[in-house]
C-alpha cells in the first residue's frame, strides 16, 4: 500500500492540528495526567511529520520516529511514577497547586 | 697611651683580610680628603679599623638579643656582653683619636664601606667621616655609653629583662655612631632614624605599664614631626647641589648659594625643625619630659647625653650652610635661648627628680643651640662635651638615690612614687659617694668655677653677646640664675634637712636606704672626675688662668668653613658685652650669679616645710602654671591633638566607613536587589513556565519566519 505524495500537505495539516490540540492542552488544562496526555498528542504529532516527509526524503525520518517512540516510552514511565508519588503527597494532581520549586 | 695603638694594631692582625679592605678604602677616602683639607692643616688620617667601630656594638646588640631568647636566667652574661661590646667600640674610637692627635692630620677622610643608593644623579655610599668634630663626638658617645653600660649592669641587675634592655642599648650605640661618623644626609638619616627607635623601645622598656609605653610612642610622634624637616631638607639640598655628602656641600655652599637666599633659608630652618624634634627645643620638647619614663640609664644615656645632642651636632655640621642664612642663625639662637629659660623655669617647681633633670636638660641643650645659632660652633660642642658628663653623673646619680628608695618603699610595701624628691631629704649621711659626687655635677652645671660648665657656659653667654645678641644674652644670664636655683633645690630635698621616708612610707623604712654598690658609683666618681676637669680643655685668654685653647685648636679644621664665610660677610665677635666689660668681668658676673642662685634655691627650700606627696596641697598661683609645665601639654592636646583626632575619626567615620564601605557595600546590595526582582519569575507555577516557553519559541519562530 503506498500513499500518493500529493497527499503531503494533507500529513501536515492533520500533524499541525494534533500538535496545536496538544500544546493547547498542555496550556490549558490543569490536571497533570491530561497535561500528559497532551505531550503525547504533540510527540506524536511530530511523529506523524517524520512519517510524511520520510515518503520522500529515504528512510531517516521513519527511524527517528523510532527514537522518539523509545524515548517517549521512557518519559511516559518516569512522569507517571512523578505524578502517582505527588499523588500520594497530596492526593490530587492540579499543577496549579505545586509551586514549591522555586527559588 | 702607648698600649691602644698596638691593641689596633694586634687587632688588624687578627682580621688583617677585612682590615686590609677597609684600609684600602680608607686610603682611597683619605686621597678623596686630602685633597680638601685646608692647607695648613693638611696631611692625610687614615683610620684604624672604621668598620670595627660600628660592628663591635651591633655584634654586643646580636649576642644580648639573642641571649633575650635564649639564656633569660643568665643575667650575667649580657651584663658582661653589652658593656664590653662598647668598651671595645670605644677602644678603637680611642686608637684613633690618638693617631688623629699623633699625626696632627685633620680629615676629612671619608671611607666608604660600600655603595648604598646610585639611582640616576644620586650617589649615595655607606660612608664614614672622620674628621675633628666626629672624632669629638665618638669619643664622647662611646665613652659615656662604656661608663653608663657598667652603670647599668648593676642598676639592673634584678630585672628579667636585662639581655633586652642590652641588646636596646647597644643597637642605640650603634645608631649613635652612625649618625655622628656618616659622610652624608641619608647616612646620619639612618643613624636619627635608628636612635630614635632605640629611644623608643627604651622609653617603653618596662611595657606592661601603660602609660609608659604611651610615653614611648609621643616621643616617636614628636620625633616624626621633626624628621619630616630632615627629609625636605635633604630633597632641597640634592635639588641644589647634586649630592648629599658632606665634604663637597661643605665645600662648594659659598660659592653656589646666595649669601641669605631663600633656598638655603628654607634648607637650615626645616634641618631647624628636624633639630628641634630629636634635641627637644620649643616647639617639640615636650616628648623628652616623658620619656623619663624609661630605665634611668636610658634617661643619662639617650636623653641627656648623647641622642639628644644630635641636633647641635647636624647644627655644627651643617654650620656652613646655616652660616649662610643668617635668618636662620637668628632662629636657632632664639630657640635656643627661649628654650634655656622656659624649660629653666619649669624645672623650678618639679617634684620628680627626674622631671628636674629633663627640664633641666632641655634647659642645657638651648645653651648649645644658642652656642651653635651665633656662629660659636666650638662653644657649642664644649658645652654638648661637658653636658654629657655631668648630666649622664646627675642622672645615675638620681638612678641610685631612685634605687634606694625605692627598695625602702618595697620593704615596706609601700606604692609611692620613689621619684618625688618629697619622699627624700637628708640622704647625704646613707649615700655620701651619690651626694658628693652628685654635688659636683650640680656646681658644674651651675657654672661654679672651676668645675667644667663654668667654663663651657660661660663661653656660650660671652659669645651671644659679643656677636650680637643682647637680649638673648640677657635670657641666658637669668637663666644660668635659674639653673643654678633649681640645681640646688633638687640636692637639698634630696640629701639635704630631715629624711621624710620615714613619713612617706611608714616607721622603719629608712634603715632601708642603702649606697649603691660599687658597680654603680665607681662609674659615678669616674663622670665626677670629668665633670670637675673637663672643662679644662678649653680656658679663655681673658681669664687670670692659663690660657688653654686645646678644644679650639682642635675643632677649628672643621669649623673653619663656616667661620670663613660668617667672616666674609662681616659677621665679627665683638670685644666687649652689651652692657660693657670684658670676657674676665662677665666671667666674674656669671660666677657670682651662679653661686647667687645656689643661695637662693638653698635658701628656698629651707624657708618652708616640706610634706609628703600624700600630705602636700596643691600648689597654687605660679607655682602650680609653673608645676604644671605652663600648660604647654594641655595646649597641644587642645590645638593640636584634639583636632588631629578629630579629623583622624572623621575619615574613619565618614571617608572610610560611609564613602568607600559604602560604595563597596552598595554593590553588594544592588546585586541582591537585582537577583530579588529575577526571583520574582521563578514562580514554581508550571502552566507559567510553559506559557513562557512557548511564547519565547513561537516569538523565535516568528523571527526566523519573518
Same mark, same amino acid.
Given at each position: 500500500?503506498?500513499?500518493?505524495?500529493?497527499?503531503?500537505?494533507?500529513?501536515?495539516?492533520?500533524?499541525?492540528?494534533?500538535?496545536?490540540?496538544?500544546?493547547?492542552?498542555?496550556?490549558?488544562?490543569?490536571?497533570?495526567?491530561?497535561?500528559?496526555?497532551?505531550?503525547?498528542?504533540?510527540?506524536?504529532?511530530?511523529?506523524?511529520?517524520?512519517?510524511?516527509?520520510?515518503?520522500?526524503?529515504?528512510?531517516?525520518?521513519?527511524?527517528?520516529?523510532?527514537?522518539?517512540?523509545?524515548?517517549?516510552?521512557?518519559?511516559?514511565?518516569?512522569?507517571?511514577?512523578?505524578?502517582?508519588?505527588?499523588?500520594?503527597?497530596?492526593?490530587?494532581?492540579?499543577?496549579?497547586?505545586?509551586?514549591?520549586?522555586?527559588? | 697611651?702607648?698600649?691602644?695603638?698596638?691593641?689596633?694594631?694586634?687587632?688588624?692582625?687578627?682580621?688583617?683580610?677585612?682590615?686590609?679592605?677597609?684600609?684600602?678604602?680608607?686610603?682611597?677616602?683619605?686621597?678623596?680628603?686630602?685633597?680638601?683639607?685646608?692647607?695648613?692643616?693638611?696631611?692625610?688620617?687614615?683610620?684604624?679599623?672604621?668598620?670595627? +667601630?660600628?660592628?663591635?656594638?651591633?655584634?654586643?646588640?646580636?649576642?644580648?638579643?639573642?641571649?633575650?631568647?635564649?639564656?633569660?636566667?643568665?643575667?650575667?652574661?649580657?651584663?658582661?656582653?653589652?658593656?664590653?661590646?662598647?668598651?671595645?667600640?670605644?677602644?678603637?674610637?680611642?686608637?684613633?683619636?690618638?693617631?688623629?692627635?699623633?699625626?696632627?692630620?685633620?680629615?676629612?677622610?671619608?671611607?666608604?664601606?660600600?655603595?648604598?643608593?646610585?639611582?640616576?644623579?644620586?650617589?649615595?655610599?655607606?660612608?664614614?667621616?672622620?674628621?675633628?668634630?666626629?672624632?669629638?663626638?665618638?669619643?664622647?658617645?662611646?665613652?659615656?655609653?662604656?661608663?653608663?653600660?657598667?652603670?647599668?649592669?648593676?642598676?639592673?641587675?634584678?630585672?628579667?629583662?636585662?639581655?633586652?634592655?642590652?641588646?636596646?642599648?647597644?643597637?642605640?650605640?650603634?645608631?649613635?655612631?652612625?649618625?655622628?661618623?656618616?659622610?652624608?644626609?641619608?647616612?646620619?638619616?639612618?643613624?636619627?632614624?635608628?636612635?630614635?627607635?632605640?629611644?623608643?623601645?627604651?622609653?617603653?622598656?618596662?611595657?606592661?605599664?601603660?602609660?609608659?609605653?604611651?610615653?614611648?610612642?609621643?616621643?616617636?610622634?614628636?620625633?616624626?614631626?621633626?624628621?619630616?624637616?630632615?627629609?625636605?631638607?635633604?630633597?632641597?639640598?640634592?635639588?641644589?647641589?647634586?649630592?648629599?655628602?658632606?665634604?663637597?656641600?661643605?665645600?662648594?655652599?659659598?660659592?653656589?648659594?646666595?649669601?641669605?637666599?631663600?633656598?638655603?633659608?628654607?634648607?637650615?630652618?626645616?634641618?631647624?625643625?628636624?633639630?628641634?624634634?630629636?634635641?627637644?627645643?620649643?616647639?617639640?620638647?615636650?616628648?623628652?619630659?616623658?620619656?623619663?619614663?624609661?630605665?634611668?640609664?636610658?634617661?643619662?644615656? +639617650?636623653?641627656?647625653?648623647?641622642?639628644?645632642?644630635?641636633?647641635?651636632?647636624?647644627?655644627?655640621?651643617?654650620?656652613?650652610?646655616?652660616?649662610?642664612?643668617?635668618?636662620?642663625?637668628?632662629?636657632?639662637?632664639?630657640?635656643?635661648?627661649?628654650?634655656?629659660?622656659?624649660?629653666?623655669?619649669?624645672?623650678?617647681?618639679?617634684?620628680?627628680?627626674?622631671?628636674?633633670?629633663?627640664?633641666?636638660?632641655?634647659?642645657?641643650?638651648?645653651?648649645?643651640?644658642?652656642?651653635?645659632?651665633?656662629?660659636?660652633?666650638?662653644?657649642?660642642?664644649?658645652?654638648?662635651?661637658?653636658?654629657?658628663?655631668?648630666?649622664?653623673?646627675?642622672?645615675?646619680?638620681?638612678?641610685?638615690? +631612685?634605687?634606694?628608695?625605692?627598695?625602702?618603699?618595697?620593704?615596706?610595701?609601700?606604692?609611692?612614687?620613689?621619684?618625688?624628691?618629697?619622699?627624700?631629704?637628708?640622704?647625704?649621711?646613707?649615700?655620701?659617694?651619690?651626694?658628693?659626687?652628685?654635688?659636683?655635677?650640680?656646681?658644674?652645671?651651675?657654672?661654679?668655677?672651676?668645675?667644667?660648665?663654668?667654663?663651657?657656659?660661660?663661653?656660650?653667654?660671652?659669645?651671644?653677646?659679643?656677636?650680637?645678641?643682647?637680649?638673648?644674652?640677657?635670657?641666658?644670664?637669668?637663666?644660668?640664675?635659674?639653673?643654678?636655683?633649681?640645681?640646688?633645690?633638687?640636692?637639698?630635698?634630696?640629701?639635704?634637712?630631715?629624711?621624710?621616708?620615714?613619713?612617706?612610707?611608714?616607721?622603719?623604712?629608712?634603715?632601708?636606704?642603702?649606697?649603691?654598690?660599687?658597680?654603680?658609683?665607681?662609674?659615678?666618681?669616674?663622670?665626677?672626675?670629668?665633670?670637675?676637669?673637663?672643662?679644662? +680643655?678649653?680656658?679663655?685668654?681673658?681669664?687670670?688662668?692659663?690660657?688653654?685653647?686645646?678644644?679650639?685648636?682642635?675643632?677649628?679644621?672643621?669649623?673653619?668653613?663656616?667661620?670663613?664665610?660668617?667672616?666674609?660677610?662681616?659677621?665679627?665677635?665683638?670685644?666687649?658685652?652689651?652692657?660693657?666689660?670684658?670676657?674676665?668681668?662677665?666671667?666674674?658676673?656669671?660666677?657670682?650669679?651662679?653661686?647667687?642662685?645656689?643661695?637662693?634655691?638653698?635658701?628656698?627650700?629651707?624657708?618652708?616645710?616640706?610634706?609628703?606627696?600624700?600630705?602636700?596641697?596643691?600648689?597654687?598661683?605660679?607655682?602650680?602654671?609653673?608645676?604644671?609645665?605652663?600648660?604647654?601639654?594641655?595646649?597641644?592636646?587642645?590645638?593640636?591633638?584634639?583636632?588631629?583626632?578629630?579629623?583622624?575619626?572623621?575619615?574613619?567615620?565618614?571617608?572610610?566607613?560611609?564613602?568607600?564601605?559604602?560604595?563597596?557595600?552598595?554593590?553588594?546590595?544592588?546585586?541582591?536587589?537585582?537577583?530579588?526582582?529575577?526571583?520574582?519569575?521563578?514562580?514554581?507555577?508550571?502552566?507559567?513556565?510553559?506559557?513562557?516557553?512557548?511564547?519565547?519559541?513561537?516569538?523565535?519562530?516568528?523571527?526566523?519566519?519573518?
Amino acid at each position: 500500500m503506498s500513499v500518493p505524495p500529493e497527499y503531503l500537505p494533507l500529513s501536515l495539516v492533520v500533524s499541525a492540528t494534533l500538535f496545536t490540540i496538544g500544546v493547547g492542552g498542555v496550556l490549558l488544562r490543569r490536571n497533570a495526567i491530561i497535561i500528559f496526555l497532551c505531550i503525547e498528542l504533540m510527540l506524536n504529532a511530530v511523529n506523524l511529520t517524520f512519517v510524511a516527509f520520510a515518503r520522500q526524503l529515504g528512510v531517516d525520518g521513519q527511524v527517528f520516529v523510532f527514537f522518539v517512540m523509545a524515548v517517549a516510552a521512557a518519559e511516559a514511565a518516569v512522569g507517571l511514577a512523578i505524578i502517582i508519588s505527588v499523588f500520594r503527597h497530596y492526593e490530587m494532581v492540579d499543577v496549579e497547586r505545586f509551586d514549591l520549586l522555586k527559588w | 697611651m702607648e698600649m691602644i695603638p698596638a691593641l689596633g694594631s694586634a687587632l688588624a692582625g687578627l682580621l688583617q683580610e677585612a682590615a686590609h679592605g677597609a684600609a684600602g678604602a680608607a686610603g682611597q677616602g683619605a686621597a678623596h680628603g686630602a685633597g680638601q683639607a685646608a692647607g695648613d692643616h693638611g696631611g692625610s688620617f687614615t683610620p684604624i679599623l672604621p668598620g670595627l +667601630i660600628l660592628l663591635i656594638p651591633l655584634i654586643g646588640a646580636a649576642v644580648n638579643g639573642l641571649g633575650a631568647f635564649l639564656w633569660r636566667d643568665r643575667r650575667l652574661v649580657p651584663s658582661w656582653v653589652g658593656p664590653l661590646a662598647v668598651g671595645g667600640a670605644f677602644a678603637v674610637v680611642l686608637a684613633n683619636f690618638l693617631r688623629m692627635l699623633e699625626t696632627g692630620a685633620a680629615g676629612p677622610a671619608v671611607v666608604t664601606l660600600w655603595s648604598w643608593l646610585s639611582v640616576g644623579g644620586l650617589e649615595v655610599g655607606v660612608d664614614l667621616l672622620f674628621d675633628r668634630l666626629s672624632m669629638v663626638m665618638m669619643l664622647v658617645v662611646t665613652g659615656v655609653s662604656t661608663v653608663i653600660h657598667v652603670y647599668s649592669a648593676g642598676y639592673m641587675r634584678d630585672d628579667p629583662g636585662i639581655s633586652r634592655f642590652f641588646a636596646y642599648l647597644n643597637l642605640f650605640v650603634f645608631f649613635m655612631l652612625v649618625l655622628v661618623m656618616g659622610g652624608n644626609f641619608p647616612v646620619t638619616f639612618v643613624g636619627w632614624e635608628g636612635v630614635g627607635l632605640c629611644s623608643y623601645l627604651l622609653i617603653g622598656f618596662w611595657y606592661e605599664n601603660a602609660e609608659y609605653s604611651s610615653a614611648g610612642k609621643k616621643a616617636f610622634i614628636v620625633n616624626r614631626i621633626g624628621d619630616f624637616g630632615f627629609l625636605v631638607a635633604m630633597f632641597l639640598l640634592f635639588a641644589m647641589f647634586g649630592t648629599l655628602d658632606y665634604v663637597p656641600i661643605i665645600e662648594s655652599a659659598a660659592d653656589e648659594l646666595a649669601y641669605g637666599g631663600i633656598t638655603v633659608t628654607a634648607v637650615t630652618l626645616l634641618l631647624l625643625l628636624a633639630c628641634t624634634g630629636k634635641s627637644a627645643q620649643i616647639p617639640l620638647y615636650t616628648w623628652l619630659p616623658d620619656a623619663m619614663a624609661g630605665p634611668t640609664p636610658v634617661s643619662a644615656l +639617650i636623653h641627656a647625653a648623647t641622642m639628644v645632642t644630635a641636633g647641635v651636632y647636624l647644627v655644627a655640621r651643617s654650620g656652613v650652610l646655616f652660616a649662610m642664612a643668617p635668618m636662620s642663625q637668628a632662629a636657632v639662637a632664639t630657640v635656643g635661648a627661649g628654650t634655656a629659660l622656659f624649660a629653666a623655669t619649669i624645672a623650678l617647681k618639679q617634684y620628680d627628680i627626674k622631671k628636674v633633670l629633663a627640664y633641666s636638660t632641655i634647659s642645657q641643650l638651648g645653651y648649645m643651640f644658642l652656642a651653635v645659632g651665633v656662629g660659636a660652633y666650638t662653644a657649642g660642642i664644649f658645652h654638648l662635651t661637658t653636658h654629657a658628663f655631668f648630666k649622664a653623673l646627675l642622672f645615675l646619680g638620681a638612678g641610685a638615690v +631612685i634605687h634606694s628608695v625605692e627598695h625602702a618603699f618595697h620593704e615596706q610595701g609601700h606604692h609611692g612614687d620613689p621619684n618625688d624628691m618629697r619622699s627624700h631629704g637628708g640622704l647625704m649621711s646613707v649615700m655620701p659617694v651619690t651626694g658628693t659626687t652628685m654635688w659636683a655635677a650640680t656646681l658644674a652645671i651651675a657654672g661654679v668655677f672651676p668645675f667644667a660648665g663654668f667654663f663651657s657656659k660661660d663661653e656660650i653667654i660671652w659669645y651671644a653677646g659679643s656677636y650680637g645678641y643682647p637680649i638673648l644674652w640677657g635670657v641666658s644670664l637669668v637663666a644660668a640664675v635659674l639653673t643654678a636655683a633649681y640645681m640646688a633645690r633638687l640636692m637639698f630635698m634630696t640629701f639635704h634637712g630631715e629624711n621624710r621616708t620615714d613619713e612617706a612610707a611608714g616607721q622603719g623604712a629608712s634603715s632601708a636606704l642603702h649606697e649603691a654598690p660599687a658597680v654603680m658609683t665607681v662609674p659615678l666618681v669616674i663622670l665626677a672626675v670629668l665633670s670637675v676637669v673637663g672643662g679644662w +680643655i678649653q680656658i679663655p685668654e681673658a681669664l687670670p688662668l692659663p690660657h688653654v685653647s686645646w678644644l679650639h685648636d682642635w675643632l677649628h679644621p672643621a669649623v673653619e668653613p663656616a667661620l670663613a664665610v660668617a667672616e666674609e660677610h662681616g659677621v665679627e665677635a665683638a670685644h666687649a658685652a652689651p652692657l660693657g666689660g670684658g670676657e674676665a668681668v662677665w666671667a666674674g658676673v656669671s660666677l657670682v650669679l651662679a653661686v647667687g642662685g645656689i643661695v637662693a634655691g638653698a635658701a628656698w627650700v629651707r624657708s618652708k616645710e616640706i610634706l609628703v606627696p600624700e600630705r602636700a596641697a596643691d600648689d597654687r598661683g605660679l607655682a602650680r602654671v609653673l608645676n604644671r609645665k605652663w600648660y604647654v601639654d594641655e595646649l597641644y592636646e587642645r590645638v593640636f591633638v584634639g583636632p588631629l583626632l578629630a579629623l583622624s575619626r572623621a575619615c574613619w567615620r565618614v571617608v572610610d566607613d560611609r564613602i568607600i564601605d559604602g560604595a563597596v557595600n552598595g554593590l553588594g546590595y544592588a546585586g541582591r536587589a537585582l537577583g530579588w526582582v529575577g526571583s520574582r519569575l521563578q514562580s514554581g507555577r508550571i502552566g507559567t513556565y510553559v506559557l513562557v516557553f512557548t511564547l519565547g519559541v513561537l516569538a523565535v519562530l516568528g523571527g526566523l519566519v519573518l
